[in-house]
C-alpha cells in the first residue's frame, strides 16, 4: 500500500509557524541548497511556483527529468499520481508533494479494486491506462500511457486484440476517433475539462474570429469538435508557439498560459468558458492546493513524503517501461523529457 506520511515526526512545523516576515522564497532557496532538492511544477501550478521551479512540464516528462538529476529529493509541485510515477522512476530518492490532499478527480474515479473487477471481466483484453491513475491501477495494467503517446501506442496493438482504456472516457474516445480502433472505456472524467461548454465556447470564438482554437483531448467530443489544434499541455504549448496566428483559445487548466505568454508575449491567450461563461472552471482545485507556504515546510518538515513498497513499485514501472519501450525516439529523447527549465 502507498502511503503519503505527512507528518516528520516530533517538530513538525505548520503553516500557523510560518512567520509573516519571512522570506518565503529566500527561504525555499536555501534549502534547496542544503536538502540537495529538485523542484518540479506541472503547467498547471500557478504561475509564481512554476518561476521557482528547476524544471516545469508534463508529469511524466517532469519525473524522467529528475530522475537524471543528482539530487537527493524531489519536490513534485503537482499532485498525487505525479510523485508517484516520481518515486517509480527515483526510488532512492525522497519524493516530497506539498500538500497530501493533492489528488486527481480521475484517479478518484479508477479504485484499484473496481478497477481489478473491471479487467476480471475482460480477461481477453489488454489494459491501456492513462497516466492519471494511482500506482496501484498502474500495476494492474499492461501499458501506460500519456495524451501525448496514446494513440501512437493503440495503433501498435494487435487488430485482434480487443483493448480496455481508463479512466478517461473523453481521452479513450478521442484515440477511438483518430484511430478507428474500438475500445471499452472506463467511464472516468477530469473535473476542469469536463467543465467546458460548446455553446460558451461557439459565443467566444464568435467575438474572436481570428482566434485559434486549441484543446486537451480530455475535453468533450462536442468541445473538441472545433478546436484547430488537439493535443497534450506540451504540445498545445509547442502549437501556439510555432503557429503564425497572433490569438488563441486555450481549453485546459488555465497555468498553461503562463508559460505560452512567456515563450510568446507577442501573443494574446484567453482561458475557454466553463458553462456559464463566468465561473473559474479551467483552474485545478487540486493544483491550486499547492502554495508557496507549502512548499517551503515540505523542504523543512521532509513531509508529506511518497513511500512505497518495492514490491508494487516494480510492477507499476512494468507498464511503464513498456509505454517507452513502444513510444517514438523523439518522444523518449532527454532533450523532450526535461520540459521548461526555470530561470
Same mark, same amino acid.
Given at each position: 500500500?502507498?502511503?503519503?506520511?505527512?507528518?516528520?515526526?516530533?517538530?513538525?512545523?505548520?503553516?500557523?509557524?510560518?512567520?509573516? *516576515?519571512?522570506?518565503?522564497?529566500?527561504?525555499?532557496?536555501?534549502?534547496?541548497?542544503?536538502?540537495?532538492?529538485? !523542484?518540479?511544477?506541472?503547467?498547471?501550478?500557478?504561475?509564481?511556483?512554476?518561476?521557482?521551479?528547476?524544471?516545469?512540464?508534463?508529469?511524466?516528462?517532469?519525473?524522467?527529468?529528475? $530522475?537524471?538529476?543528482?539530487?537527493?529529493?524531489?519536490?513534485?509541485?503537482?499532485?498525487?499520481?505525479?510523485?508517484?510515477?516520481? #518515486?517509480?522512476?527515483?526510488?532512492?530518492?525522497?519524493?516530497?508533494?506539498?500538500? $497530501?490532499?493533492?489528488?486527481?478527480?480521475?484517479?478518484?474515479?479508477?479504485?484499484?479494486?473496481?478497477?481489478?473487477?473491471?479487467?476480471? *471481466?475482460?480477461?481477453?483484453?489488454?489494459?491501456?491506462?492513462? !497516466?492519471?491513475?494511482?500506482?496501484?491501477?498502474?500495476?494492474?495494467?499492461?501499458? !501506460?500511457?500519456?495524451?501525448?503517446?496514446?494513440?501512437?501506442?493503440?495503433?501498435?496493438?494487435?487488430?485482434? #486484440?480487443?483493448?480496455?482504456?481508463?479512466?478517461?472516457?473523453?481521452?479513450?474516445?478521442?484515440?477511438?476517433?483518430? *484511430?478507428?480502433?474500438?475500445?471499452?472505456?472506463?467511464?472516468?472524467?477530469?473535473?476542469?475539462?469536463?467543465?467546458?461548454?460548446?455553446?460558451?465556447?461557439?459565443?467566444?470564438?464568435?467575438?474572436?474570429?481570428?482566434? #485559434?482554437? *486549441?484543446?486537451?483531448?480530455?475535453?468533450?467530443?462536442?468541445?473538441?469538435?472545433?478546436?484547430?489544434?488537439?493535443?497534450?499541455?506540451?504540445?498545445?504549448?509547442?502549437?501556439? !508557439?510555432?503557429?503564425?496566428?497572433?490569438?488563441?483559445?486555450?481549453?485546459?487548466?488555465?497555468?498553461?498560459?503562463?508559460?505560452?505568454? #512567456?515563450?510568446?508575449?507577442?501573443?494574446?491567450?484567453?482561458?475557454?468558458?466553463?458553462?456559464?461563461?463566468?465561473?473559474?472552471?479551467?483552474?485545478?482545485?487540486?493544483?491550486?492546493?499547492?502554495?508557496?507556504?507549502?512548499?517551503?515546510?515540505?523542504?523543512?518538515?521532509?513531509?508529506?513524503?511518497?513511500?512505497?513498497?518495492?514490491?508494487?513499485?516494480?510492477?507499476?514501472?512494468?507498464?511503464?517501461?513498456?509505454?517507452?519501450?513502444?513510444?517514438?525516439?523523439?518522444?523518449?529523447?532527454?532533450?523532450?523529457?526535461?520540459?521548461?527549465?526555470?530561470?
Amino acid at each position: 500500500m502507498i502511503e503519503t506520511i505527512v507528518h516528520a515526526g516530533e517538530g513538525t512545523k505548520t503553516l500557523r509557524d510560518v512567520a509573516s *516576515t519571512l522570506d518565503i522564497e529566500t527561504e525555499i532557496a536555501r534549502l534547496r541548497r542544503e536538502k540537495n532538492a529538485v !523542484i518540479l511544477a506541472h503547467y498547471y501550478q500557478d504561475g509564481e511556483i512554476q518561476d521557482l521551479a528547476d524544471f516545469v512540464g508534463d508529469s511524466l516528462d517532469l519525473s524522467r527529468a529528475a $530522475a537524471e538529476t543528482d539530487a537527493d529529493v524531489i519536490v513534485f509541485c503537482g499532485v498525487r499520481f505525479m510523485a508517484e510515477v516520481a #518515486k517509480i522512476l527515483s526510488p532512492g530518492k525522497t519524493v516530497l508533494l506539498p500538500d $497530501a490532499a493533492a489528488g486527481c478527480s480521475l484517479e478518484d474515479t479508477c479504485r484499484p479494486d473496481a478497477f481489478r473487477a473491471f479487467r476480471a *471481466t475482460h480477461p481477453e483484453h489488454v489494459a491501456i491506462t492513462y !497516466i492519471n491513475c494511482s500506482a496501484e491501477v498502474k500495476a494492474l495494467s499492461d501499458i !501506460i500511457v500519456t495524451s501525448a503517446n496514446a494513440e501512437h501506442i493503440v495503433r501498435q496493438i494487435p487488430a485482434d #486484440k480487443p483493448i480496455l482504456f481508463a479512466p478517461d472516457r473523453h481521452l479513450g474516445a478521442y484515440i477511438m476517433r483518430r *484511430t478507428g480502433r474500438p475500445m471499452t472505456l472506463w467511464d472516468g472524467i477530469c473535473i476542469v475539462h469536463e467543465q467546458f461548454s460548446e455553446r460558451e465556447l461557439l459565443a467566444l470564438r464568435a467575438r474572436h474570429p481570428g482566434a #485559434k482554437i *486549441t484543446a486537451h483531448p480530455e475535453c468533450p467530443e462536442s468541445v473538441l469538435q472545433h478546436a484547430d489544434h488537439v493535443g497534450s499541455t506540451r504540445g498545445m504549448l509547442r502549437y501556439v !508557439i510555432e503557429s503564425p496566428a497572433s490569438e488563441f483559445i486555450v481549453a485546459t487548466e488555465k497555468h498553461l498560459i503562463h508559460q505560452m505568454q #512567456k515563450a510568446a508575449p507577442h501573443k494574446t491567450f484567453i482561458a475557454a468558458p466553463g458553462v456559464d461563461g463566468s465561473c473559474d472552471c479551467a483552474r485545478c482545485p487540486y493544483m491550486a492546493l499547492n502554495t508557496f507556504d507549502k512548499l517551503y515546510l515540505a523542504l523543512v518538515n521532509g513531509a508529506p513524503r511518497i513511500e512505497m513498497p518495492e514490491e508494487l513499485r516494480r510492477r507499476a514501472l512494468a507498464p511503464l517501461q513498456r509505454m517507452l519501450d513502444m513510444s517514438p525516439p523523439a518522444a523518449t529523447s532527454r532533450r523532450q523529457t526535461v520540459g521548461v527549465a526555470a530561470e
